[in-house]
C-alpha cells in the first residue's frame, strides 16, 4: 500500500514509519517542514537510500492537486501543538491544523485517494461525564481545540462519501522515545527530591497511547478500515492517585527509598478518559502496552540522566 505520512519525521510519525516499514508498506512518502531531528536518517538509511521511504520538504499549505505522488491513503499526524504554542502564534496554528487539512482534502479528492486517517485531540471533548463517547458534546477551550475541532469538520464535510475517513481522538502520547515528557517525567524530578505531589485528591483521571499501539492501530486501518467515522483510541485511562501509586512502588522497586505521596487539596483539574468502544467493535485493534511497564523503563532512562 502507498501510503502519505505527514509528520514523518515527529515522534508520533517516526513510531508509524517503523511499523509500516516493518510490515513492508511502501513506498512510504513522509512530509517534514523542518530539517529530520538528529538520527532520524541514519535510523531510516536504508529504505531511504532503496526507496521505501521517500521525504518531501514542503509546506503542506503549498501542495497542490497535481503535485505528489500517486498513493492509496493519507495519515496526518502533522500538527502545531501545544495549546501555548498555538496560543503564541495564532496564524501559524490557523496555517498547520486548518488550512493543511483543508489542502489536503482537496488534494486527496482530486487525486482519488481511497483512504484519510486524521489524527485528533482528546480535549475536544468538554468537561463533564467521562469517559467520554464519540457522541458527547465538545467545547473549544483554547485555539488549539478550536483548531482541531474546524479539521475535523473540513475531513467531515470535504470528504463525505467520496473517501473513507477516520479522525482518530488520541490522548498523550508516551514511550521510549518521550522519556522526559509528561507526568512521569514530573513524578521523577519530585521522586529524587524525595516527594511526590498531587493537587486535589488525585481522583482525576489521565488517558494516555503507548507509541507502539498507536503504530498497531495505524497499521491495522490501512489494512481493514473501519466505516468512516470519528473513534477514540486510548491504550489506558488511570487516576492521578494510582499513577503515582504505581510510580511510588516501582520506584521503591528499584532499589530507592520511596518518595512521600503528598495531596495537596484543592478543586482536582480536569481529567480525561476516553471510551473506546466504539474502536473496538469497528477494527481488530487492541492495545497492547500497559503503564507499570512504562513506569519501570522511564524511571531506569531518567535516573541515568539528569533532568
Known sequence: MRVLLT???????????RRLLAADHGPVFGTNRSAPPPGFLTEFEAPLADGRLQLFHQELTEWRPTQGPEVDAIVHCAARRPASRCAADPEAAYRDNVQAVRRLVEWARARGTGLFIHCSIQSVY??????????????????????KLESESIIEEGLGEEVRHLTLRLPHFYGADLPRDG?????????????????????????????RDLADLIATLLEAPPPSGIYNAASETISVGDLAERFQRIWQE????????????????PGFGLAC???????????????????????????????
Open 183 to 211: 507526568v512521569l517525567a514530573a513524578f521523577t524530578q519530585g521522586a529524587e527530591a524525595g516527594e511526590l505531589r498531587i493537587v486535589g485528591d488525585g481522583a482525576q483521571t489521565v488517558c494516555f497511547i503507548e507509541l
Open 277 to 307: 468502544n466504539k474502536l473496538f467493535a469497528a477494527s481488530a485493534w487492541r492495545p497492547r502496552h500497559r503503564v507499570d511497564k512504562w513506569i519501570a523503563h522511564t524511571i531506569a532512562l531518567l535516573r541515568g540522566s539528569p533532568l
Open 126 to 147: 468538554a468537561h463533564g461525564r467521562q469517559p467520554y463517547r464519540e457522541s458527547d458534546p465538545t467545547h473549544a477551550t483554547d485555539l488549539q481545540v478550536a483548531t
Open 7 to 17: 509528520g514523518a519525521t515527529g515522534t508520533g510519525g517516526r513510531a508509524i514509519l
Open 254 to 269: 528499584q532499589g530507592r527509598p520511596a518518595p512521600i505521596l503528598r495531596r495537596m487539596g484543592g478543586p482536582n483539574p
